[in-house]
């Protein structure tokens, strides 16, 4: 990859898109991972205006540390950086609180855990419409269009995505040019929805160098007995992930109404 070009390239599509759509900027929930470090650190090359916002909800303190490390960081290397702290904790307990018990807590664990994501898009939105930004997502191409690991109208509730066409192991490649602080390279990916340390390894089964090679066998028709062993179960491990999150890759169906019945 031509690592350079690939980084001008991509500002240079932010700042058309944003003056052709008359916004002042960009605003991007920074979660003190590899995505959103790379993809507020593109935006804020752009020169335009650019709001970090810290949305913590039951945080593990590493996550926190490492967004609040980032934002200084960008603060200090590009004046047109502002950064929000917004403490989502306290709403999200209350809307737990005011939502019927269950009888086993585990049931809606995930439930929980993308309800946490939603309301963190409802506040950027709420700060993208008050400063007139766009929403910068932080999805990559394997979590995207491959596994679909993100919420729907969660972290996938965005208005533009920069490096969805970047695999992971090329997003952490511009971050290397970039000067992403180590911190953020050598942490485990993790999508910070839990108010853990789990990894997104922990939770498919796989990693995103081996869940790239699993893509792209898919993309050329491999099926499962072209394989054995851990290649097999990789491959089986993303076509899972693929087929039970397609909703989420593909647009909203429609009902439509015959004209034999207007």
Same mark, same amino acid.
């Given at each position: 990859?031509?690592?350079?070009?690939?980084?001008?390239?991509?500002?240079?599509?932010?700042?058309?898109?944003?003056?052709?759509?008359?916004?002042?900027?960009?605003?991007?929930?920074?979660?003190?991972?590899?995505?959103?470090?790379?993809?507020?650190?593109?935006?804020?090359?752009?020169?335009?205006?650019?709001?970090?916002?810290?949305?913590?909800?039951?945080?593990?303190?590493?996550?926190?540390?490492?967004?609040?490390?980032?934002?200084?960081?960008?603060?200090?290397? %590009?004046?047109?950086?502002?950064?929000?702290? $917004? #403490? =989502?904790? !306290?709403?999200? /307990?209350? *809307?737990?609180?005011?939502?019927?018990?269950?009888?086993?807590?585990?049931?809606?664990?995930?439930?929980?855990?993308?309800?946490?994501?939603?309301?963190?898009?409802?506040?950027?939105?709420?700060?993208?419409?008050?400063?007139?930004?766009?929403?910068?997502?932080?999805?990559?191409?394997?979590?995207?269009?491959?596994?679909?690991? %993100?919420?729907?109208?969660?972290?996938?509730? $965005? #208005? =533009?995505? !920069?490096?969805? /066409?970047? *695999?992971?192991?090329?997003?952490?490649?511009?971050?290397?040019?970039?000067?992403?602080?180590?911190?953020?390279?050598?942490?485990?990916?993790?999508?910070?929805?839990?108010?853990?340390?789990?990894?997104?390894?922990?939770?498919?089964?796989?990693?995103?160098?081996?869940?790239?090679?699993?893509?792209?066998?898919?993309?050329?028709?491999?099926?499962?007995?072209?394989?054995?062993?851990?290649?097999?179960?990789?491959?089986?491990?993303?076509?899972?992930?693929?087929?039970?999150?397609?909703?989420?890759?593909?647009?909203?169906?429609?009902?439509?109404?015959?004209?034999?019945?207007?």
């Amino acid at each position: 990859m031509q690592t350079e070009k690939v980084i001008d390239h991509i500002v240079n599509w932010l700042q058309d898109y944003a003056t052709k759509a008359n916004i002042k900027g960009f605003t991007i929930g920074i979660s003190g991972g590899i995505d959103s470090a790379v993809t507020s650190t593109l935006c804020a090359r752009t020169g335009l205006q650019l709001l970090c916002l810290e949305m913590p909800i039951h945080q593990a303190a590493s996550q926190v540390t490492r967004a609040s490390n980032h934002i200084k960081w960008l603060k200090a290397n %590009y004046q047109n950086v502002d950064r929000q702290l $917004v #403490d =989502l904790t !306290p709403t999200f /307990d209350s *809307l737990v609180n005011s939502l019927p018990a269950v009888e086993n807590e585990e049931d809606r664990f995930m439930s929980l855990a993308n309800t946490r994501a939603r309301l963190r898009m409802t506040t950027l939105y709420y700060f993208a419409a008050l400063n007139k930004l766009l929403v910068a997502g932080t999805g990559n191409k394997v979590e995207d269009f491959g596994v679909g690991f %993100y919420t729907k109208y969660g972290d996938g509730g $965005v #208005d =533009l995505s !920069p490096i969805a /066409d970047l *695999l992971k192991t090329e997003v952490y490649e511009i971050a290397k040019v970039l000067g992403i602080n180590d911190d953020i390279i050598k942490a485990a990916p993790t999508d910070g929805l839990w108010g853990d340390d789990r990894t997104d390894e922990d939770q498919i089964g796989a990693s995103y160098p081996e869940l790239e090679w699993a893509m792209q066998m898919h993309e050329e028709g491999k099926v499962d007995t072209d394989f054995s062993d851990r290649q097999k179960e990789v491959f089986q491990i993303y076509k899972k992930f693929n087929r039970a999150n397609k909703h989420k890759m593909l647009p909203i169906p429609v009902c439509e109404i015959p004209n034999s019945l207007k």
